[in-house]
T-cell receptor, first 113, second 116 residues
Framework: QKEVEQNSGPLSVPEGAIASLNCTYSDRGSQSFFWYRQYSGKSPELIMSIYSNGDKEDGRFTAQLNKASQYVSLLIRDSQPSDSATYLCAVNRRSSNTGKLIFGQGTTLQVKP | KAGVTQTPRYLIKTRGQQVTLSCSPISGHRSVSWYQQTPGQGLQFLFEYFSETQRNKGNFPGRFSGRQFSNSRSEMNVSTLELGDSALYLC???????????????FGPGTRLTVL
């Protein structure tokens, strides 16, 4: 079992729709959760961080965390073609390992005009 | 505030050579983490430096090493290069504090290493 799992996709949604990206993790001691966006040929860009159960909203993005189910998700509302990218879920396992992020393989999102 | 910078952006080396990559973190950030990204393995953690000390290490052979200077700039070195070392090498900086709110990592543009 991989430590952080994501569906590789591609996930295809029409412009204006809600894109839902999911991630599960295996270590119950995980404390910090991040979503990065990576365009082809570019480096990852941090778009959301979440640390406690529930929802966290930032503009068109909502991150959801459920530690009991070991599940974190990212919703993108009003998806735009410019949102087409690979979305990486990353988990920081314990507070003592602040510099070590475990990444999922990423989900490719395609937003079609 | 300036972002994370990495030099060089591209490198071509041959097997057996060694290479040194450089990373300058965001001003005020004391933690620098290094990652290797390949199509097959994805993003994998190499090591982290905080206040000039290696604080975490991933599962890479000893050919991969690093260091951090007093100004928080970091270098990583790969010796005796192998074809499989071809990858995008990314560094990320953060405040590096234990509290969750302070461990967000911000990536540099990466160094694309090709080993022939």
């Amino acid at each position: 079992q991989k430590e952080v799992e994501q569906n590789s996709g591609p996930l295809s949604v029409p412009e204006g729709a809600i894109a839902s990206l999911n991630c599960t993790y295996s270590d119950r001691g995980s404390q910090s959760f991040f979503w990065y966006r990576q365009y082809s040929g570019k480096s990852p860009e941090l778009i959301m961080s979440i640390y406690s159960n529930g929802d966290k909203e930032d503009g068109r993005f909502t991150a959801q965390l459920n530690k009991a189910s070991q599940y974190v998700s990212l919703l993108i509302r009003d998806s735009q073609p410019s949102d087409s990218a690979t979305y990486l879920c990353a988990v920081n396992r314990r507070s003592s390992n602040t510099g070590k992020l475990i990444f999922g393989q990423g989900t490719t999102l395609q937003v079609k005009p | 505030k300036a972002g994370v910078t990495q030099t060089p952006r591209y490198l071509i080396k041959t097997r057996g050579q060694q290479v040194t990559l450089s990373c300058s973190p965001i001003s005020g950030h004391r933690s620098v983490s290094w990652y290797q990204q390949t199509p097959g393995q994805g993003l994998q953690f190499l090591f982290e430096y905080f206040s000039e000390t290696q604080r975490n290490k991933g599962n890479f052979p000893g050919r991969f090493s690093g260091r951090q200077f007093s100004n928080s700039r970091s270098e990583m070195n790969v010796s005796t290069l192998e074809l499989g070392d071809s990858a995008l090498y990314l560094c990320a900086s953060s405040l590096g504090l234990a509290e969750s709110s302070y461990n967000e990592q911000f990536f540099g543009p990466g160094t694309r290493l090709t080993v022939l």
